[in-house]
């Protein structure tokens, strides 16, 4: 009893959508076909005035309206299939073969054919009979021109233009139309060709900036090792002039004998107030030539950077402070040291 309350609905169902379907898409197509006209009639007019490039871009917009109207037919056909095949499809559960590919087509066409909506009641009807569709069972004449991935070719459009000259028997020559593409396409190719040199171009600058860079690197890398290398230039000629102080201080200490108590003066070299004296002005010529040797390396030191000649500075000072801060110890007179001696030995 179910099935028999079943089948005369999906039948009445179907056959009504798809007789409203035709009538809509009719509807549509007439108005479809009244643009076609419309860009026709554009066409002809922009070849009587001599402006092939707009009738050249108003093919493009007449092919479509012809791809349009294209699949309105198909869908026309696949509606005359299943109202065709309605007792049939009424006898199985399952979508008879010779209805299959109608059915599939007008499932996947409701995706993309927005101008009938009776579509949609038809798939409700189908999906809720039979399932899903099978994407293989769909008319691949539809699949290609509903999926129009990319634009008509130029052949195309340039002989859409040429037909509808020869339909209203205009006497139409495409070569000065060829021959402005091909200028424009070689004008884009030559643009393409400038941009992808100014890329390449800016790559090179880009590359010639950071080999100058390392080259300035470098360069500051050597300037430092030179700064490095003159520093210790400079340490080693002052450790020379402490070393040549130490052995003019070596050489006056020759004639003085090392005993258990210290360094004691040789009798003929005896300290006095006259010993006193030289040993002070002794120590202000070697303050003196510090003093020299110091100015010197300033002055070969301030050809150099701010902060290595305050370095050098402050090193200059110190050197000075440790050599005025130095004192020469007072050394024991030699008559009381053997006095002492003597003494210590009696006892």
């Known amino acids: ?26 509807i549509v197509r007439r108005k479809r076909i009244a643009m076609v006209r419309n860009y026709k009639t554009d066409i002809v007019n922009f070849l009587k005035n001599g402006q092939d490039s707009e009738a050249y871009r108003r093919a493009e917009l007449l092919l479509e309206e012809l791809r349009i109207i294209s699949c309105y037919d198909l869908i026309e056909r696949f509606c005359d299939c299943i109202s065709e095949n ?5 006898k199985k559960r399952e979508c008879p073969e010779e209805c299959r590919e109608a059915v599939s087509s007008l499932i996947y066409a409701t995706a993309w ?16 009979r039979f399932g899903n569709f099978i994407a293989s069972s769909v008319n691949h004449e539809l699949v290609e021109k509903t999926e129009l991935l990319r634009p008509p070719s130029r052949e195309l459009k340039i002989q859409t233009v040429k037909d509808v000259a020869n339909e209203f028997s205009i006497n139409w020559d495409p070569t000065p139309l060829k021959l402005m593409l091909l200028r424009e396409t070689s004008a884009l190719q030559i643009k393409d060709k400038v941009e992808t040199r100014a890329d390449y171009l800016d790559k090179d600058t880009e590359k010639s900036f950071m080999d100058e860079h ?3 690197e470098s360069v500051l890398s050597e300037s430092w090792r030179i700064d490095s290398l003159s520093k ?9 002039s402490s070393s040549s102080l130490r052995r003019v201080s070596v050489r006056k200490k020759k004639g003085k004998k090392i005993l258990p108590y210290g360094i004691i003066s040789s009798p003929d070299t005896k300290l006095g107030a006259g010993n006193d004296e030289k040993a002070q002005e002794e120590k202000e010529e070697k303050r003196k030539i510090a003093d020299q040797e110091n100015s010197r390396l300033l002055g070969i ?6 902060t290595s000649t305050s370095n050098n500075e402050v090193s200059t000072i110190r050197e ?13 007179d030699y008559d009381d040291v053997v006095a002492r001696l003597a003494a210590l030995r009696r006892r």
Request: with cysteine.
């Open 320 to 332: 000075n402070e440790r050599m005025s801060s130095f004192q020469r110890p007072n050394l024991l």
């Open 86 to 90: 309605l007792s049939l499809m009424l």
């Open 113 to 128: 054919v927005p101008d009938v909506p009776e579509l949609k009641d038809l798939r409700a009807v189908f999906t809720k």
């Open 214 to 216: 390392s080259d300035d």
């Open 232 to 240: 210790g230039s400079l340490s080693s000629s002052s450790s020379s």
């Open 301 to 306: 030191q301030g050809s150099r950077s701010l």
């Open 1 to 26: 009893m179910f099935l028999r309350c079943f089948k005369p609905k999906f039948y009445k169902k179907s056959k009504s959508t798809t007789s409203y379907m035709k009538i809509r898409i009719d």
